[in-house]
């Protein structure tokens, strides 16, 4: 009996030290997560326009097949490269660090040039021959590739903010709850937005009372407006995100001049004021961040257009898209 119940004691003891691991790993999941706020809202921002144009009742059947791809990418793919890379090429965290902010930097200065340069009508303008079956298949499987590009952006960063030296069990414990914790909040985000005026024009046509029929026409309304300003604070998040990435980088490969600068800017502003010092340091760093992320973002547009898409195209056998 006393065998017994120090076998119990023991299972216990475990039990308590496995619990405090997972309860640590979760909270290291939401730290790290945190870190990855820019790529979060560009993609909670970027994928109701892939439900435009369906019917009401295949909004939520798209955007689940979109969560579904997105948790296969982050599952199946990006967590093991990223265990790869945390055990044998810890070196290669961040240059690809570095390379996903300038991802980020590159999408976000695309947006803000596309708003003094429009895009030309390109040959997506003709979709009506196609089925919507197909079309529907089409945008999924465009969705999921670029949730692709955000998911491994996620995930690096995720496994660059997690404590170094742990065990590679809490590891990829901390990375799957930062996959499946990030993919439950973006796809649970755009499912209440692409869905939300449906609901309020169900409530202005037929709730009982006055009052919940205007909250209706108003939630109609006001969700043009809402998609408008998630593009922009998505924009303006990735460049500021990807631009605070790569002069992160940059410090850490031997550049240290504009990374400290910034650094000297934010606390002379935060000893400025009396209050909300902590406020005033982000809101400067993140400013000449975002600064620095658009102008470099700007920078890297003709890199890509005539040097990364040609060589690509020549690669893949892809033609240019006729105009």
């Not at 550049?255 to 650094?263: K, N, R």
Request: glycine residues 10%.
């Amino acid at each position: 009996m006393s065998g017994l119940l120090a076998l119990l004691d023991d299972v216990a003891g475990i039990a308590k030290i496995a619990a405090t691991s997972i309860d640590d790993a979760a909270g290291q999941a939401v730290q790290a997560g945190g870190k990855a706020a820019g790529a979060l809202i560009d993609d909670a921002a970027v994928t109701p326009k892939y439900v435009h144009g369906f019917k009401p009742a295949r909004e939520l059947p798209i955007v689940g097949k979109i969560a579904w791809g997105s948790i296969i990418n982050k599952m199946v793919f990006l967590l093991p490269a990223a265990l790869l890379l945390s055990a044998f090429a810890p070196w290669l965290i961040t240059p690809l660090l570095m390379l996903g902010g300038s991802y980020l930097c590159f999408e976000g200065a695309e947006k803000v040039y596309h708003l003094f340069k429009p895009h030309e009508p390109d040959a997506e303008g003709h979709v009506a021959a196609e089925t919507a079956d197909h079309l529907e298949e089409k945008r999924v499987k465009s969705a999921v590739k670029t949730d692709f590009i955000l998911s491994a952006e996620i995930m690096t960063i995720g496994l660059a903010a997690l404590p170094e030296g742990q065990p590679i069990w809490m590891e990829a414990i901390a990375l799957a709850l930062i996959g499946i914790g990030v993919t439950v909040l973006v796809y649970g985000s755009v499912a209440m937005i692409v869905k939300a005026d449906d609901v309020g024009l169900w409530l202005a046509e037929n709730a009982n009372f006055g009052a919940t029929r205007a909250f209706g026409r108003g939630m109609v309304k006001f969700m043009p407006w809402l998609m408008k300003a998630l593009m922009i604070v998505g924009t303006a998040a990735m460049i500021w995100v990807g631009g605070n990435i790569v002069l992160h980088g940059l410090a850490e490969l031997g550049l240290h001049a504009p990374y400290d600068w910034i650094h000297h800017q934010a606390e002379a502003a935060a000893h400025a004021v009396a209050t909300a010092q902590g406020f005033v340091s982000w809101a400067v760093t993140a400013f000449f961040d975002g600064i620095f992320g658009l102008a470099y973002g700007l920078v890297l547009i003709p890199v890509v257009i005539r040097v990364i898409q040609p060589i690509y195209r020549a690669i893949t056998g892809k033609q240019k898209p006729a105009h």
